[in-house]
């Protein structure tokens, strides 16, 4: 029964994301970050990497790579609001980036710059991309997410999906760390099938499961995929149509191409701004203590402004509600600002 559901799980992400049929799609633990991490100790250690970065997510994947796993590894980073010029790889080494950039508002524009005929693996963190964005499976051997971003899903379990030469990679070979049992997806150079059947390698919350289920039938009941798209796309349309009518706020992302259609980022831009975070971080807390919206601040380790979850579960007319909010916050703190100078 348990395992019944696990599987349905299985199937109705490839479904609703059209994952190729030879390509594994397994439900293992600790969310996102697991399904990363044990994707890069199982898979890493064969070739040279290319490490890409352009917010914090990426930035913990370098750190694993270059200072835990210790590896031959370029790094690529790009400051908050650009991505790396994909271009410039070396797709004959592994490649391992995350799509949307969660706390910087940009996303990879397409995959059409990495070469389908490559020697190395693509390793993808997908998560605030799956579900929102095209993620183009012949261009990704290994993709990541977790269920509790665009389907707003309880958080709990991480999705690990492997092309064939992912898995070709795990059945050749062996890196030379050892492994917990956590991260194990190969028994005697074999892959664990049942792992990417719903055999999961610890014990699984059913909760958990249950509400991914049942985001996953309300993904499909409204139109499955387009229409999951275009509800994000519509929610960021708002947002940046608002921004552009406007001197005083900007987006984050650099090229319009790479703006995020999930997690907008924006920055004040007004000059008479002295300190940007102090003045972001009044205006998400008068939007705050209206009961406008929730913790729409910055994060904390990117530069001062706001975040506004744009995802597919979000109402476009709940965003569009809030908008002249930020108009009057905006309006306040100025007013504050200029009265004390
Ligand atoms: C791009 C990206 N990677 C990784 C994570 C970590 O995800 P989790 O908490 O599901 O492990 C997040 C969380 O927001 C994210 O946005």
């Not at 694993?64 to 031959?72: E, F, G, R």
Request: charge should be negative; include cysteine; glycine fraction near 8%.
């Amino acid at each position: 029964m348990g395992k019944a559901k696990l599987k349905e799980a299985i199937d109705l992400t490839r479904e609703v994301l059209g994952v190729p049929a030879e390509y594994r799609i397994g439900i293992v633990p600790a969310s996102d970050t697991g399904a990363m991490e044990m994707a890069m100790w199982s898979l890493l250690g064969e070739r040279p990497v290319e490490m890409l970065a352009w917010e914090s997510f990426g930035a913990g994947w370098v750190t694993d790579v270059v200072k835990q796993l210790k590896l031959d590894a370029r790094v690529h980073e790009a400051p908050y609001g650009e991505i790396v010029d994909m271009t410039a790889l070396d797709y004959d080494r592994d490649v391992v980036f995350t799509w949307n950039g969660t706390t910087s508002g940009v996303r990879v524009p397409s995959g059409d710059v990495i070469p389908a005929d490559r020697d190395g693996l693509t390793f993808c963190d997908a998560t605030s991309a799956a579900f929102a964005q095209d993620l183009p499976w012949g261009k990704l051997d290994v993709t990541t997410f977790s269920w509790q971003k665009v389907m707003g899903g309880e958080a709990a379990h991480g999705m690990l999906i492997l092309s064939p030469r992912a898995v070709a990679r795990l059945e050749s070979y062996t890196p030379p760390w050892p492994l917990p049992k956590i991260f194990r997806l190969t028994k005697g150079g074999k892959l664990i099938e049942g792992v990417f059947e719903g055999a999961t390698i610890n014990t699984p919350s059913m909760l958990c499961v249950e509400d991914y289920l049942f985001a996953l039938k309300w993904g499909q009941s409204i139109g499955g995929l387009d229409a999951l798209r275009a509800r994000a796309d519509a929610n960021a349309a708002a947002i940046w149509a608002f921004c552009e009518d406007r001197d005083w706020i900007g987006n984050l992302a650099v090229d319009p191409a790479t703006r995020s259609n999930t997690s907008v980022c924006l920055t004040f831009t007004d000059p008479r701004i002295t300190d940007g975070a102090v003045f972001a971080k009044a205006v998400a807390k008068r939007l705050e203590a209206e009961g406008v919206a929730l913790d729409i601040g910055a994060y904390r380790d990117a530069p001062p402004g706001l975040r506004i979850w744009c995802g597919a579960t979000v109402e476009t007319s709940d965003i569009e509600a809030m908008l002249p909010w930020l108009d009057w916050a905006f309006a306040i703190e100025i007013a504050a600002l200029t009265e004390a100078a």
